[in-house]
């Protein structure tokens, strides 16, 4: 007799229970939405967008998305890793058309984890070099939130102001520190024989060990480090761009701090596991934060969806680069 699932059947049900969770999440938001916005004031607002002001703002989307081109590039450099820059565009525009299209358990991550673990050989060395990228990200829009904080919003009593600042000060540096940390870490692989369990333990330490090390190989490799660091800073100041065309476009005067903190609170709240692909989370995040600096929620929920549709679109052109990686690495199965 069998005595439980096996760990794959175990692995399933949780994988199928947390999708179901998440898409609880993001539904519960959307229909939150709906109540709440007014889609008459939606329509009107709509009708204040120019052609010309969509077109500008489809165009920094999908510059924005072009950056992360040569953030993955960096990325490459520090595990040794050089490809052509045809390549490059190949693997980060499959991988945003897969996150839209292709709703799964790969991804843009997974698939670049598992191109990176080819080139270089080590699934734990691409698993941590993602990760590493993904820790960064948030960081920088932590970073951003405590900036804008700094400047006086009439919503923005004093003592949150100082709790902002504090919290975000401290979230970077104990981010640093952890990477340090982890860094220094060396872990043996699990034994011949061990157990799945064992084994499993060992890769998880193994790949929370190579995140650290990130740190240390940016650090010695300065060109990396610098593509890395521009290409980010460039892909964050188009996505804030973005928002205030559209937000210029609607006749909503908005101050630059003010979409700064509300976009980086939604980016680094659709960023967490808890909601379907952030949807629900970034619409609602952005029409809260930004209904506090007086966008009515209407304006806030088109600025949302001007910005998610822009994604979208800019993401077809990934369709070719995903059909010719299928063919080439045989991912399909």
Not at 88 to 108: D, E, K, Y
Not at 126 to 147: C, D, F, K, N, S
Not at 152 to 172: N, S, T, Y
Request: charged share 10%; net charge positive.
């Amino acid at each position: 007799m069998v005595s439980g699932a096996s760990p794959s059947r175990r692995g399933a049900s949780t994988r199928i229970a947390t999708v179901l969770l998440q898409l609880a999440v993001s539904l519960g938001l959307v229909v939150a939405l709906v109540f709440i916005v007014d889609w008459q004031g939606v329509h009107h607002a709509a009708r204040a967008l120019s052609a010309g002001g969509l077109v500008g703002v489809i165009a920094l989307n999908f510059l924005a998305q072009a950056a992360l081109i040569w953030r993955w590039r960096a990325l490459l450099e520090t595990v040794g890793v050089r490809e052509s820059l045809a390549r490059s565009w190949r693997t980060v525009f499959a991988g945003l058309f897969i996150n839209n299209f292709m709703p799964g358990t790969l991804g843009s991550d997974g698939l670049r984890i598992l191109l990176m673990a080819r080139a270089c050989g080590s699934a734990p060395v691409a698993i941590g070099a993602i990760a590493y990228e993904r820790a960064m990200q948030v960081a920088i829009y932590v970073g951003l939130v405590a900036l804008a904080a700094l400047w006086p919003m009439d919503w923005l009593r004093p003592w949150l102001q100082l709790l902002v600042i504090a919290a975000g000060a401290c979230a970077i540096l104990a981010l640093l520190l952890l990477l340090k940390w982890l860094g220094g870490r060396k872990i043996s692989p699990a034994p011949p024989g061990a157990s799945l369990v064992a084994r499993g333990w060992a890769f998880l330490g193994a790949m929370l060990a190579e995140t650290g090390r990130m740190q240390v190989r940016l650090r010695r490799h300065r060109r990396a480090q610098l593509l890395f660091a521009l290409s980010s800073l460039v892909n964050v100041v188009l996505v804030i761009a973005a928002v205030m065309v559209t937000l210029h476009d609607m006749g909503q005067a908005v101050a630059l701090p003010a979409v700064v903190f509300a976009l980086g609170i939604a980016m680094i709240a659709s960023g967490l596991p808890i909601s379907f692909g952030g949807i629900g989370v970034y619409e609602g995040a952005l029409v809260l934060f930004l209904g506090l600096s007086g966008v009515p929620a209407e304006a806030g929920l088109l600025v949302a969806l001007v910005g998610r549709a822009c994604g979208v679109l800019n993401s077809l052109v990934g369709l070719p680069s995903a059909l010719m990686l299928w063919r080439e690495r045989g991912l399909a199965g």
